[in-house]
Each structure stands twice: as structure tokens, then as C-alpha cells.
């Protein structure tokens, strides 16, 4: 590229695109001098398997334990009794406990186990029913940060953590860059269900410890960190559409 071409793009700074009113400079004052919320974080699990002895269930436990420790409020879905998606509405009890407790929680912890190769079907069952549209005005999941564990059968691998990365990005959530995924599972806990010390489990310390780090720092900023251009537009474009109708 010569010196002229790129002269002639920095002259021409005109943005005839851009609604000029919902867009200014990013605002450092709402990144950096949020007023610090002073509750404990609330961290929301859910885990895949309805299995008696669920590894799955008892790695979020563990997490769990992890997360109290490091000063979270802690609250565990179970899925049982949860329908399908489609085959009950949205008023039944176990949809309604989740999504309140999804719109209760700042951070999220999803674990699933691995099955075929993906995420278990009651892993999706529950994130299908947290809408993306808002519940009282504030959407489920839209803002909060997640953490992701899987728990395998074999050899270790990272297809359920990879395609619910996918999802929490689909559901307008901060997912952090760290993960757990637990191989062979089945020797990884006692009899009484405890993680044994491992590796794996200082790799599920690490994941917790970074999941509140990210919380605690952006959960006091999220209503900015996802308030989106395209959104303010519209919804500038309805105040205008309604003015002109009550004007008429």
C-alpha cells in the first residue's frame, strides 16, 4: 500500500454508516471506576448425567467445594424432572427453578460428560432452555462468565468443552480461556466420591480460581461490557417509530 492510499483513508473520515448518537468513544470511566459489588459471587453449576453415581455430578461437586473456599455463593441445578424442549412449557416448575437460577447467577459452571463424541443431551436440555430473550427485561445468561469440565470414559479429550465453548459464546457469555477435562473419570474419585489429588485436580483449582478472578472483575461492568451498537440502534429507531405514530 502506498503512502497516498493511506493518507487518502485517514482524510476521509467521514462515517455516513453510523447512527452518530449510538456510538461515541468507548467510555473509560464505566471499564475502570465500576462501584465494586461487596456479596459473594454468585456461581450457578450445571452438570450432564443423571447417572446414580454421576462423575460428572461429582466433579461439580468438587468444583463446588473449590469455589466456596475461594468465598463464591454456590447453588447446584439438578436436572432430573426437567422436560424436553418443546414437550412442556415454559411455566413448568423445573424450567422456571432454572431460569431463575440462571438470572440469580454472575458466573456459571457447566459439566458435562462425554458421550459419542459430544456433550450429553441433559447437558443440552438445560442450555436449550435458557432463553437468549430477556425475562423481566434482563437476559439469563447474557454478560456472566463460564467455565467449562468434562468428564470422560477413556482417554481424555475435549469435544464436550469445545462445542458448549461454542454455546456459551452463543448465549452472549464471557467464557474463560481455561478448562477441565478429566479422563478415565472412574479412577479419578473415591468410593465416597472425592477427587483424588491429581494433576487433573489442580487443573480444576486452576479453572475455579481464574473463573472468580474474571467475575469479580467484570461483574460490576457487564451491563457495559455487552451493551451492543446495533441494539442501541434499534431501539432508538422503535422510540422514533413510536413518537411518529402518537404524532399522527
Known sequence: MTDDTDRRWRADQAMPNLAGESLGEI???????????LHKARVLMLYGSLRERAYSRLLTYEAARILEHLGAEVRVYHADGLPLVDDA?????????????SLWSEAQVWCS?????????????QIDWLPLAPIGGIRPTQGR??????????????NAVNQMRILGRWMRMLTIPNQSSVPKAWQEFTDEGRMKPSALYNRVVDVMEELMKFTLLTRDRSGYLTDRYSERVESAEEVHRRVS???I
Not at 412449557?89 to 432454572?98: R, Y
Not at 460428560?113 to 443440552?124: L, N, T, W
Open 27 to 37: 467510555d473509560f470511566q464505566a471499564l475502570h471506576n465500576a462501584t465494586p459489588s
Open 89 to 101: 412449557s415454559a411455566d413448568h416448575p423445573k424450567v422456571t427453578e432454572l431460569r431463575e437460577m
Open 113 to 125: 460428560p462425554e458421550r459419542h463424541g459430544a456433550m450429553s443431551g441433559v447437558m443440552k436440555t
Open 145 to 158: 462468565t463460564l467455565a467449562l469440565m468434562q468428564v470422560c470414559g477413556g482417554s481424555q479429550s475435549f
Open 245 to 247: 405514530i402518537r404524532s
